[in-house]
């Protein structure tokens, strides 16, 4: 069975950095996007970034600039990681991490995903 395992949250200052990391195990393979969104107390899931297996990457609007995605294939497990700059208060919400099985026509949308992580909460306090 799929499963995701998010690490890296904390609490940092504005304008500090953190790198989450999304460990996946048994990764389908039928998978061809691995995506990271958050979500914030009273708010919904948004879309943070995605990453394609042919490399081609999405960002959200407000994160474009500060955040990158990167996913490294090992023999037997896949890593992706979010690399989070210049962190803003804003930027405090749960983290997850999600694999959409099969084709993602919209990258940065929920409902494309079929695996999600627990979760990695990240807190930036001003």
């Known amino acids: 069975q799929v499963q995701l395992v998010e690490s890296g949250g904390g609490s940092v200052q504005a304008g500090g950095s953190l790198r989450l990391s999304c460990l996946v195990s048994?990764?389908?393979?039928?998978?061809?996007?691995m995506g990271w969104f958050r979500q914030a107390p009273g708010k919904e899931r948004e879309g943070v970034a995605a990453i394609y297996t042919n490399g081609v990457i999405y960002y959200g609007p407000s994160v474009k600039g500060r955040f990158t995605i990167s996913q490294d294939n090992a023999a037997n497990t896949v890593t992706v990681y979010l690399q989070m700059n210049s962190l803003k208060p804003e930027d405090t919400a749960m983290y997850y991490c999600?694999?959409?099985?099969?084709?993602?026509?919209?990258?940065?949308?929920?409902?494309?995903?079929?695996?999600w992580g627990q979760g990695t909460q990240v807190t930036v306090s001003s």
């Open positions: 999600a694999a959409a099985p099969g084709t993602a026509i919209q990258p940065l949308r929920v409902r494309e995903y079929a695996y």
């Open positions: 048994m990764y389908p393979a039928s998978t061809n996007c």
